[in-house]
């Protein structure tokens, strides 16, 4: 697999180009293990088998997590738009030029963490204090940047970017599987040692300050809202993270203006409000939100903070909603607009300009996955009701699904290569940044060339 344009760490790939994952330090060895711990349902039983039969899962999970992203979200939707667009203006020969800067605008807000991020050099839980600011990068727009202190020295900055959304969204999902499979194992000893294990891995992963893009925002909740169990904490984020992924146009626009007014920076709180008003930006609405749902609990009085809480824990999508509504009365219309018309425009409209592959993978995929996803987490899903293509091993072993469209990965991948490798020559060749609107000055526009 190639991977320019693709979330990767040390166990796992997902390439935005192409839509498919990698499954590292697995070879074809494993292809009867891993095949099994995805078909057939878990043991209710320890065995030692059972750990590593959990951990292919919830591996697994984490890279289909952003491939739901892609295919089940406006967000995933608008940059899968304009990845074909962009496709097929290669392919027809046409000028690059308008797609390549526009499908920059997602593409940037993937890619700035790499730029932007400042490494310090003791760990993240170091930090007596986490304070935030705003500034307006010049390639890559408004950046809400997270300073992690100790005392009065900031060792560490974070920015505030769609990588950070996604990730947070993969690594929740990620510890639901292990939650879920370990309340669903008998009483033993070996599951009180697991479930201990879960919670120490999650306190070493917020602690390392090289895995920041996948914990800050996780951080950022728990700091809040200390007293949420893990498993509570783990789908408020991944609830919170679909929310962010999935607001409507409409949505962004009329939240934008709160949003403008909350920041001090009179010029990076316009920058961002009218990237708001494009559907950019995103990262702002997790941020924000939590910020809110925090003062508005610190806020209220003893009954209204308790019913809050309870929401939060038991039901928080209708915790962010009734938050949203409480913030502006119109906001449930964009919320019923987008579900009964919006979503439903941009699949067709995406499936209309893609390939024959492609189409086929949305229309099975899409709809299905969408519905499923909208009532609980990934982690916490079947994955026999899931539509998902195989995905590889590090040495190219194909893996199937349980249940997902009848597309031969090797054969997709070979049968766009040539595509997929002009786009990434493209990305390469052309510094990727975004054009956006600052206040009281001209629009930043980065014009892109045309490849000879």
């Not at 170091?126 to 300073?147: C, L, N, Q, W």
């Not at 992963?205 to 509570?232: C, G, M, N, W």
């Not at 929310?243 to 961002?272: H, K, Q, Y």
């Not at 024959?356 to 009532?375: F, G, P, V, W, Y």
Request: net charge negative; hydrophobic share 40%; with cysteine.
């Amino acid at each position: 697999m190639r991977k320019l344009l693709s979330t990767t760490d040390s166990l796992g790939a997902y390439d935005f180009i192409s839509n498919l994952i990698e499954l590292k330090h697995y070879t074809a060895g494993a292809k009867k293990f891993i095949e099994e711990a995805l078909r057939d349902p878990l043991p209710t039983s320890w065995s030692d088998a059972w750990p590593a039969k959990v951990n292919i899962r919830s591996l697994v999970i984490h890279e289909l997590t952003h491939f739901t992203d892609c295919t089940t979200t406006l967000w995933g939707l608008e940059l899968t738009y304009r990845k074909f667009r962009l496709m097929n203006a290669i392919s027809d020969g046409h000028s690059t030029n308008d797609p390549l800067s526009v499908f920059f605008i997602n593409i940037s807000e993937l890619t700035s963490h790499a730029d932007l991020v400042v490494v310090g050099d003791r760990p993240l839980s170091d930090a007596t204090s986490m304070v935030h600011r705003v500034e307006i990068h010049k390639k890559f727009g408004p950046v809400i940047y997270v300073d992690f202190k100790c005392g009065e020295a900031v060792f560490h900055t974070v920015p505030l970017s769609m990588l950070a959304v996604i990730e947070a969204n993969a690594y929740a999902n990620e510890i639901l599987v292990k939650i879920k499979a370990c309340e669903e194992l008998q009483e033993c000893q070996e599951k009180t040692q697991y479930a201990r294990k879960v919670e120490r891995d999650f306190e070493a992963i917020l602690a390392d300050r090289e895995q920041s893009e996948y914990t800050v925002l996780l951080r950022l909740s728990r700091t809040h809202f200390p007293t949420l169990s893990l498993k509570e904490l783990l789908i408020f984020v991944s609830t919170l993270c679909r929310f962010t992924l999935d607001l409507s146009d409409p949505a962004c626009s009329v939240i934008s203006n709160i949003i403008e007014r909350s920041i001090t920076n009179r010029a990076g709180g316009s920058t961002i409000s009218q990237d708001l008003r494009r559907s950019s930006s995103r990262a702002v609405i997790f941020f924000k939100t939590v910020l809110f749902l925090y003062g508005w609990m610190t806020h209220s009085n003893y009954s209204t903070r308790t019913n809050i809480m309870r929401l939060l824990q038991t039901e928080p999508k209708r915790a962010i909603s009734k938050l949203w509504n409480y913030l502006h009365s119109s906001f449930s219309l964009t919320e019923d607009i987008s579900e009964l018309f919006i979503f439903e425009s941009m699949l067709s409209a995406t499936i209309n300009i893609a390939k024959e592959t492609d189409k086929n993978i949305l229309e099975c995929c899409s709809r299905q996955n969408r519905a499923l996803i909208n009532e609980n987490p990934l982690g916490l899903c079947d994955l026999d009701k899931l539509q998902f293509l195989g995905f590889f091993l590090d040495d190219g072993t194909e893996i199937e699904m349980p249940s997902g469209p009848n597309i031969n990965i090797s054969g997709y991948l070979d049968g766009r290569l040539d595509i997929i490798s002009k786009v990434e020559l493209m990305c390469r060749r052309e510094l990727i940044k975004k054009f956006f609107l600052e206040l009281d000055g001209p629009i930043q526009y980065f014009p892109i060339n045309d490849p000879d």
